[in-house]
Each structure stands twice: as C-alpha cells, then as structure tokens.
C-alpha cells in the first residue's frame, strides 16, 4: 500500500469539509421559512450537524496544512476559486422540493462514503467519519421520507419533485468522479474510490423513486465536474458573500 502526502490528504478534506460547510450553510436559509413548524426544527438541526462535521473536518485540514490557518479562516478566508465543495450542495434551495431533493440525493452518497471512511488509515479522519456517519444516517431517513411523501403525495408536490429532480440529477455525476487525488487516496486506504461507490448509491435512488412515483431522469449522463477544482456555479459566489460578509467586514474579531 502506497502512503498519501500531506498535501493530498488537505485537499481531500477540504473537499470533504466544504461540501458540508456549503450544504449546512444552504439549509440554514430555510430557518424561519420551512413550510412547518417541525420542518423548520429539523431543517435547522442538519444544517448545524453539517457545520459541526465541516468544523471538524476544517479544523482537521488547517493542522495538517501548517499554515496556521483554522477552521474559521478556511470557511472565511478563502475566495470562491478555493473552495473544493461539489457542485451539487451549491446550488440554490428553490422551493422546499427542490431542497428535499437536492438533501436526498446528497444523503445517500454520503452515507455510503462516511461509511467507508470509518476505516480510513488517516486516524483523525476515520474518527471525524465515526462521528459524523450517525448523524448523516439520520439525514438520510429524514430526505427519504420526505421523498415518498412528496413524491407519492398530492399531484402538485409528484410534478414539483420531479421537475427539481429532472434539473438537479446532472450535477450528482461530480459526487462520483475518480481523479488522480482520490485514486492515489484510495491506494493508501486514506478514502475509498468514488467510483466504486456509484452502482450502490444509483441502486438505493433509483429503488426509491420508484417507490415514490417518480422517474430517473432519462438522460444518465452526467456532466457539470468542476467544483472540485474551484470552477463554481454564480450561486456559490453570491452564498459566500453572505456567509462571509461579517467575518470580512471585521477581520479577526471575537464576541
């Protein structure tokens, strides 16, 4: 077994890290807005396990990185072309279907990787993953109930999820994509192969819509694999204006 270079296992764990800083940042934007009072609540609660699992995972990459630069510094500090989150968690909420669905087919992919990364060779990150896989498995349940109640519910909410589903289903490729970083990873068992965990995560989506009265976009091609190398969409700009906006207006300040 090949070792992995500091700097690669920092890469991946901002890749890690701001997929769930982004993602928990999006859903933070339903708080107040959620169509119930208990939505509202849990919406709110898996936006701040995402944040705490990016906290973590941050914090994590900041260390290893040696640039004395902590885990605010990274969520704060750094310009769109830096981020490494994929593009999926970036794109914006729409109506609560849109979210759902976004969440779900996020959910499976990391259930299946923070389930794998349990056994990463890279200690600290095997006990980031131990941790934050309880919590993504509830997030999992939570997506895919709301799934078959809205798919399966009334005819309005059938066409709505479909229709997010139809518009979001291309960026879920990214999620999936093995580059030279992830595949030298996975030869020093520091993270699994993305690719290999592709079969199970089409057969779990695909097994629920079905369920839900939905259908898997026609077109499987995926496309749109460019977040990982800081090419975003418009949306993640105008997200970090807002995230950032008070840790740049007053640069170092603590409350």
Same mark, same amino acid.
Request: hydrophobic share 35%; proline share 4%; charged share 25%.
């Given at each position: 077994?090949?070792?992995?270079?500091?700097?690669?296992? =920092?890469? #991946?764990?901002? @890749?890690?890290?701001?997929?769930?800083?982004?993602?928990?940042?999006?859903?933070?934007?339903?708080?107040?807005?959620?169509?119930?009072?208990?939505?509202?609540?849990?919406?709110?609660?898996?936006?701040?396990?995402?944040?705490?699992?990016?906290?973590?995972?941050?914090?994590?990459?900041?260390?290893?990185?040696?640039?004395?630069?902590?885990?605010?510094?990274?969520?704060?500090?750094?310009? /769109?072309?830096?981020?490494?989150?994929?593009?999926? /968690?970036?794109? !914006?909420?729409?109506?609560?279907?849109?979210?759902?669905? @976004?969440?779900?087919?996020?959910? /499976?992919?990391? +259930?299946?990787?923070?389930?794998?990364?349990?056994?990463?060779?890279?200690?600290?990150?095997?006990?980031?993953?131990?941790?934050?896989?309880?919590?993504?498995?509830?997030?999992?349940?939570?997506?895919?109930?709301?799934?078959?109640?809205?798919?399966?519910?009334?005819?309005?909410?059938? /066409?709505?999820? *479909?229709?997010?589903? +139809?518009?979001?289903? &291309? #960026?879920?490729?990214?999620?999936? @994509?093995? +580059?030279?970083?992830?595949?030298?990873?996975?030869?020093?068992?520091?993270? !699994?192969?993305?690719?290999?965990? *592709?079969?199970?995560?089409?057969? @779990?989506?695909?097994?629920?819509?079905? &369920?839900?009265?939905?259908?898997?976009?026609?077109?499987?091609?995926?496309?749109? *694999?460019?977040?990982?190398?800081?090419?975003?969409?418009?949306?993640?700009?105008?997200?970090?204006?807002?995230? *950032?906006? =008070? !840790?740049?207006?007053? !640069?170092?300040?603590?409350?």
């Amino acid at each position: 077994m090949t070792s992995a270079s500091p700097e690669q296992t =920092v890469e #991946y764990l901002l @890749r890690l890290g701001d997929d769930r800083l982004i993602l928990g940042h999006r859903l933070s934007e339903w708080c107040g807005h959620a169509p119930i009072p208990e939505e509202d609540i849990a919406l709110t609660n898996i936006a701040l396990d995402s944040i705490g699992h990016a906290s973590m995972l941050l914090s994590e990459a900041g260390r290893l990185e040696g640039m004395s630069r902590d885990e605010d510094a990274l969520a704060f500090g750094r310009d /769109v072309t830096e981020f490494r989150n994929c593009l999926l /968690v970036e794109q !914006p909420n729409g109506d609560f279907a849109r979210t759902i669905v @976004r969440q779900y087919l996020f959910d /499976v992919y990391s +259930d299946l990787l923070y389930e794998r990364l349990r056994a990463s060779t890279y200690l600290p990150l095997s006990e980031i993953a131990s941790k934050a896989h309880k919590e993504i498995t509830y997030h999992h349940r939570h997506s895919s109930q709301w799934i078959l109640r809205l798919g399966d519910g009334t005819e309005e909410s059938n /066409v709505r999820t *479909q229709k997010a589903l +139809d518009e979001l289903w &291309k #960026y879920a490729g990214e999620l999936f @994509r093995d +580059d030279p970083l992830e595949k030298s990873l996975s030869r020093a068992g520091v993270a !699994p192969s993305s690719g290999d965990l *592709q079969e199970e995560w089409l057969k @779990r989506v695909t097994g629920l819509l079905q &369920k839900a009265a939905l259908t898997v976009p026609a077109n499987h091609e995926f496309h749109l *694999q460019s977040g990982r190398s800081g090419r975003h969409s418009e949306a993640l700009g105008h997200l970090l204006t807002v995230m *950032q906006s =008070v !840790p740049r207006a007053h !640069p170092g300040a603590r409350w």
